[in-house]
Each structure stands twice: as structure tokens, then as C-alpha cells.
């Protein structure tokens, strides 16, 4: 980021990647004094997050800003295009993912923050999806997988 002007530049964040997702914190609490986080997740044909899930910390505001992504909220499904936005508010399960045949690029908006140590320790594990692994990392994080 440029700090003279705010600018947040390609690039400029830390890469948190895992389980098989681009995961870039562009912004982190201790950059917005603890209001928010923002990230982009890139998003390969036939990936998406984890299983369903719920958040009970963190409130989270979607933006598709390439390809589409599938988002089921609370039980309806919801495809998002570029400059859609979707609010998934903290409680409520949800899941999303890619069926599509292009990458999809996402801003989320994550408040309060802290999502960002979640993804950082999520990047310390093994390469794949255990999900008995991905789960233990989730409960540490106030996130739990829909049974």
C-alpha cells in the first residue's frame, strides 16, 4: 500500500493460500485499526471454500470482481457475476464455490477482522483438504462446519 495516498496496489498484501484457494489479506485489522479485513480469493474452476459452514464471529461482504461464483446462504443458492455483492452475515450457514469453467476473483470484506489468522494458520497445513485438520484449525477461529 502506498502510505502517502492509501492506495492499495496489484501485489500488495501477504499471499495466504490454502487448501487449494488464491488467499490474499490485502488488509488486516492492524491496518484498519481494527475495523475490518479485506481480502481476495482467487478461486480455480471446480474449487471453493469449505464445506458449509458458519461464522460466529465474522460478518462477511462478498464482491465478484471476475468470472462467477456460487453462493448457497442459509439454504438458497446465489450466483454472483462480476460487480454482484453478497452480505453473509455471521450465524448463518454458507458455502461457495466455483462450477464454472474460469477462475473467479472475490473481494471480501470481513468484520470484525481477524479472518486473516485463520487463513495464516490454514496456510501452515499439509497441501490438500483434510478436513480433520481444516476443522481443528476452524474451532481455534469460532468457525464451524454445518452438520
Do not use: W
Request: hydrophobic share 35%; charged share 20%; aromatic share 6%.
Amino acid at each position: 500500500m502506498d502510505n502517502a495516498t492509501g492506495v492499495l496496489h496489484p501485489g500488495d498484501g501477504t499471499d495466504l493460500g490454502a487448501i487449494g484457494l488464491g488467499i490474499h489479506a490485502r488488509l488486516t485489522g492492524a491496518d484498519t485499526h481494527g475495523a475490518y479485513s479485506l481480502f481476495e480469493y482467487v478461486v480455480p474452476p471446480g474449487l471453493g471454500g469449505p464445506p458449509t459452514h458458519i461464522h460466529s464471529r465474522e460478518d462477511e461482504l462478498f464482491t465478484c470482481v471476475q468470472g462467477r461464483v456460487e453462493v448457497e446462504l442459509a439454504g438458497v443458492r446465489h450466483i454472483l457475476g462480476q460487480g454482484d455483492s453478497l452480505l453473509m452475515p455471521r450465524g448463518v450457514p454458507h458455502v461457495f464455490r466455483n462450477p464454472f469453467g474460469e477462475e473467479t476473483r472475490i473481494i471480501a470484506v470481513v468484520s470484525p477482522p481477524g479472518l486473516e489468522n485463520y487463513y495464516q494458520e490454514l496456510s501452515q497445513l499439509p497441501p490438500g483438504r483434510d478436513l480433520k485438520l481444516v476443522t481443528a484449525v476452524m474451532t481455534r477461529y469460532g468457525l464451524a462446519l454445518q452438520k
